[in-house]
């Protein structure tokens, strides 16, 4: 059972970054793919990004494509979310997730695990 762990939300004004940092508790962690997704009230979850388990492959959603970035550090079994110039529409609870297979996915169904979400507001 993989257990992920999300921290770096906040509040922010539109423009500003966070990082986002999820933890995860397998030490095989190397062999997941990973993901970011997040649902804002009222609306289903959505895909906001991907990264492979080992080779530099990542997929962005197009709403974050240029301003958001994922990344992974599998020494600390731990993958990041860098979000620049953020936008009041990027509110929303963010949620890692994990599936142990090396292909990634943007699809919410194919991930096994998931965090218990942290919140980004962007304020106007």
């Known amino acids: 059972q993989v257990q992920l762990v999300e921290s770096g939300g906040g509040l922010v004004q539109a423009g500003a970054s966070l990082r986002l940092s999820c933890a995860a508790s397998?030490?095989?962690?190397?062999?997941?793919?990973m993901a970011w997704f997040r649902q804002a009230p009222g609306k289903e979850r959505e895909f906001v990004a991907a990264?492979?388990?080992?080779?530099?492959?990542?997929y962005y959603a197009d709403s974050v494509k240029g301003r958001f970035t994922i990344s992974r550090d599998n020494a600390k079994n731990t993958v990041y979310l860098q979000m620049n110039s953020l936008k009041p529409e990027d509110t929303a609870v963010y949620y890692c997730a994990a599936r142990a297979t090396i292909t990634l996915s943007i699809t919410r169904t194919d991930y096994n695990y998931w965090g218990q979400g942290t919140q980004v507001t962007v304020s106007s």
């Open positions: 990264h492979s388990w080992s080779v530099s492959s990542t």
């Open positions: 397998e030490r095989t962690f190397g062999r997941y793919a």
